[in-house]
């Protein structure tokens, strides 16, 4: 790999410079290309301070009235739109983010948030970038914190400019990571090219997310040590995560419930991401036809769905099959795509050793809890610390809504450097609202 480096690695132009490509096997689904040098990567190509999102401390509190959060602004925050350069298939692309800066002594460094957010939608419409206020309220409430929160939108979702020409790749690990550790370099040159009174402190990040941001924030996690060097993380935030797709991708098949709905709509971001074979090999030929312009148009209430209440009505027999045998056998490449989401049996090395915080909803319908709980075992066997938290009664928003306090405890401890308070046991459910 050195020598590889050395070969092939030099700047075209009169620099001389050696570029830094990411060590990292590349997603073996067809789609993987070689990575590009990483000294590409987060240039802003675009900053706007939007002043109506750039808040006062006691406007922040004024927001919060009548929430019971637990918390308060200390400071004011000021946000930024961010398009930035990452890397998707060997290509070099847009993408866009959230950066929200407490203002604060110039040169101050503070730590680092990277928040992932749960699903929204697939298209750029969809992108919490283009929802004002309600795409940037976390990251306002947490700069008001002391902290530097970058939200990116994910690829596929450019909330603003030049729109995407394709589907938000959900539940694809590589396409998600990538483009969303490229935010924290974006967010580090809006700082200098911004002159803002926040510094980035490399040394304290944290990755936060909840349902498919809980699957990013282990993704991010997975692939920091070996594409952001830079940083060291001190935690990770991972609530009400769908870890294991392939065993979704059973349940769906199997169990009418809302996973039949999340895992049909990987399929279809899926099949466009990799350029697969046709939809209908494995949704009924309805869906097939009409979910990708759907999804395309709307961030929910998707028409081709009403009056569905059957897994048979979603998915072809031969993916109920392929799903029930356990490991998709006879339908490739449909078990590749999936697997690549299964965090337990990736083949990136986890250079990390930040805590993680898996949290679970007991009667999740969508990220259904079974076969997450069965990967912090798994993770834990691989060197991983998991501090479980399991919601007693609770569906899948409330797991992550209920829990916000004992989050909000998580990220306090991992800034103070503080241990876990249990590592690798399973626990009974408890009501987190309390």
Known sequence: MIWFLLACAKDAGDSGQVLTIPDLPTDPCGAGAPFLPLEQMGEVVLSSREDTLSLTAGTVNTLLNGYDLGVEAQVDVETYLLRYTTQDRGELVEVTAFATLPIVEPGTEVPVILWLHPTVGFADSCAPTALGLEGAAFGILWASQGYAVVSPDYLGMRGFGAGSDELHPYIVAEATAIASLDAVRAMEALTIERDTSARLDASRLLHWGASEGGFAALWTDRYQGAYLPDYTSVGVIAAIPPSDPMALAERATSVWSDTTWGVAAAMVSMQQYYEGPPLSDVLAPELAELMPGEMAEKCSGFEVLEGIESVEDVFTQAAIDAAQSGDFSGLEPWECYLQQGVIRESTIER????????????????????????????????????????????????????????????????????????????????????
């Open 351 to 434: 250079v990390s050793t930040a805590p993680v915080y898996m949290i679970l909803a007991e009667d999740d319908d969508l990220a259904w809890a079974p076969p997450a709980r069965e990967d912090i075992t798994a993770l834990c066997a691989q060197g991983y610390e998991i501090e479980h938290l399991e919601c007693a009664g609770a569906s899948h928003v409330d797991g992550a809504v209920d829990s916000l306090g004992q989050q909000l405890d998580f990220v306090a401890r991992m800034f103070a450097g503080d241990a876990l308070v249990a590592s690798c046991e399973i626990q009974e459910p408890v009501v987190c609202s309390e």
